[in-house]
């Protein structure tokens, strides 16, 4: 930790960046998004097993605010998507100077302590515990073992369901969605100004947290993540009504990757999946 | 039926004022309703596109010309948008009249100087006929009014008509650029214009409607001629949705635009927080 | 008036009959945290100890999406057509001071001169059997905004935990007495039977309303809103799932090709199309603005208008929040504030 701290302060000093966006601790230890901007705020930053947070959506929020470069503390998972808004021109690589963690896991329930059985899905299938590219790197790396992903039994169950067994799962899923956008905000590759759900004219998504409104809401959304979500879980984790909003986009996400090789957040200079053309792309899906 | 439940009204005319803002004229489609309506002027209604959404405006017309209730608005988002495929004879839905109303009371026995810019003279043409209508009530009437163009100035027949009132003082002007070769009316932004007609502000109530810039700049200039405060009169147009206090959208600091306005004194406006 | 007390089981029983006779019985199902309706007696709990749920029950008062009416067109004209109501009366059952307490604190916009009756039917026909409460964490508060872990207000019956899971039962309303007297058989009216179950630790006052009220009065400008609310990402989290958040939003939609309905939806001013009017203008165009007027409307304009603190300390804003914004820090960090200058 004592690592990372001077770190983000020599990077502050040394007016490496204007700001860092980084983790702190509140009195109540809880760990949360924190932006430093002087080398005493940089004290404050901490990384560990609490830091969940993919802070990589604040980039979107502070590009545009002054001139120099935006530090970030990024861990593996996270660096993803800054690899990905990269890739979408969303950001330039040089207006960065990324920090990475080495990590070893983050929790699931926010209440307890950090345990094989206390850790994000994702963490669980982990392939990036050191982040693999960036400005400076700070944690040593620790051991974590690799283990169960129960998500995938789910996965399976859902996949051998008939069609409309699954239209009733989603359906019954899609009641609880109270519409608070909490999944959008939070996903670092939601940047769009104005996001189709708020387009008036016409209203494509019903704003109402209705059955029809809900189921129209959360699959368009997660059609949007076909190829550029790179499984940070934070949607899910946002969710207040408990929806698994991961079971979706992992589901895109291996679509693109069984089906055209792509994998989103991989690499700052790799083409995107729907923002490019090949020739070699497969077309038996047209009828 | 509950309170959000709006009447039916039937478009019974429609006028083109310019380009982007159309006057409807409308008509309870319950004769009953339509002779016991009683609002007064400077109130607003929700105006209904059935399947679109409703739309707040203020009501136009003036309550000593009950015949018609009429709204005019400019083509500017969903339900404007939509009013303009609407014809004579379709159906609207209408739900008020709400808020608070001109001081009318107020402003009898004085001077009235009535200023406004762009669509801004719907909220204050309400007054201005309510004014007219009771002449001999009020002392010296003025009229300033200013658009962009000679093209986006409203309600163009009746800027003649009070040109040509005796006891009235109607001053129409244009932004620099916007006049016509064939223009006769004056040249300069509205706070411009004002400066120079130089109203007298003793005994003078000023009543003012118009975009947030205007405004901001005609303040000054009516107190640097000496306006009161209390005597200064604006009408906010914040973005409503219900109409009657509860959804939370029109609030500045803790009065509900809808509900404590939206007709408030310049005095009223300087204590609110400067959000809207 | 006597102290009644009843027995988990007997109340289960009254539960029952409640349902027999077509009541809607909100409650926290056993072995689940959240509100729900409930269809079999025996599943109800009843623990004051346990943590708040994450949402509140304010859904059953005021749906997250309702019908406003049904409209048909058809040519030029339009037929407009009630929603159905629901009749049945609505019981909630075990609602923590601090829920119980939000709903005459929102009643009094919802009936601000206009009454909206889409509210007042489920509300005055409603049973609030409120609970003491025996949870505390970081994030409750509601000693700070005039509430209290035996709060009764808006309860109509209130229970207070006993040993041997029992409860002492109060009316505090006239509603709550015609409860009490309906279902007399089940309750013993031995009040001295059995020991109140003692808080382990007491809510302890976080801050001063009187002076945080006092700063907000006076800073609408002030640096401290620049960085209060940077981290909020503009979700409605906060909002939907606080039982005082009222705010909604009213829209039209279409069924079919002439059908549709208009409905009341919940809406936030943390959204940032709250405020945005058609011609592009936002008074409050960026987080910070928006935050402020949270903060604010919760503390000081809801005091100014309606006399009522709109936030009972439940702390739910701050425990789901998915980035951890905590709404009692900020308030204290404003107490810290108000107390140096």
Known sequence: MNELKQICKDVLTEKKARLIIGYSEDKNKRVKPFIARTPEDAEKLVFNHHAVNNLAVYISRFKNNFEGKIGIVVKGCDLKAVTALIQESQVKREDLYIIGVNCSGVVRDIDQEFSKDNSQIKCKYCQTKTPPYFDAIAEESKEFELTDDDQQELMAKIEKMSAEERLDFWNEQFEKCIKCYACRQVCPMCYCEQCIAEKSEPQWIDSSATARGNFAWNTIRAFHMAGRCIGCHECERACPMDIPLTLLTRKMGMVASSEFGYRPGMSIDEPTLIGSYSTSDKEDFIK | ?276 | MEELIISTENFKKIVQELLDKEFKVIGIPEGENKYQEITDGNKLSLHPEAAPTNSSFKGYFFPKSEPIFFYKQNHSSVDLFDPIEDKKGIVVIGAKPCDASALPIISKVFNWDYKDDLFNKRYDSSLIIGMSCHYKDDYCFCVSTKGSPENTKGSDVFLTSLENNYFKVAAITPKGNSFIKEYAKYFEKDGKKYKPVERKEAIPEHFNYEKVKTWLDNNFENEFWDTAGEMCLGCAQCAFVCPTCHCFDIVDEQCSSCEGRRAKNWDACQFSLFTKHASGHNPRDNQEKRYRQRISHKFKYYKDKFDEILCTGCGRCARGCPVSLDILQVVEDINALAEKS
């Open chain 2, 1 to 276: 039926m509950n309170l959000y439940t709006p009447e039916l009204v039937e478009i019974k005319d429609i006028i083109d004022e310019t380009p982007d803002i159309r006057t409807f004229r409308l008509q309870f489609k319950d004769p009953e309703r339509m002779k016991n309506f009683a609002f007064k002027a400077g109130q607003f209604a929700e105006y209904s596109v059935f399947g679109e959404g409703e739309c707040t405006f203020c009501i136009a017309s003036s309550p000593t010309r009950p015949e018609f209730l009429e709204c005019s608005f400019k083509f500017a988002g969903k339900v404007t948008n939509a009013m303009t495929k609407l014809n004579v004879g379709d159906t609207m839905g209408l739900r008020g009249p709400y808020g608070n109303s001109f001081p009318i009371e107020q402003m009898k026995g004085k001077n009235v100087v009535f200023i406004a810019g762009g669509i801004g003279l719907a909220p204050v043409r309400c007054i201005i006929w309510n004014v007219l209508d009771l002449r001999d009530q009020f002392k010296d009437i003025t009229i300033i009014y200013g658009a962009r163009t000679v093209g986006d100035l409203v309600y163009k027949n009746e800027l003649e008509d009070w040109k040509k009132m005796a006891g009235v003082k109607t001053v129409v002007t244009v932004d620099p650029g916007g006049e016509t070769p064939d223009w006769k009316g004056e040249v300069g932004f509205v706070p411009t214009i004002v400066e120079k007609v130089a109203p007298a502000s003793k005994d003078t109530v000023a009543i003012i409607c118009g975009p947030p810039i205007m405004i901001k700049y005609t303040f000054p200039v009516l107190e640097k001629l000496g306006f009161e405060e209390d005597n200064v009169i604006t009408t906010l147009e914040n973005r409503m949705k219900c109409g009657l206090g509860k959804c939370g959208r029109c609030n500045i600091g803790s009065v509900y635009v809808c509900k404590d306005g939206p007709v408030f004194s310049y005095k009223e406006l300087k204590a609110l927080p400067q959000e809207y």
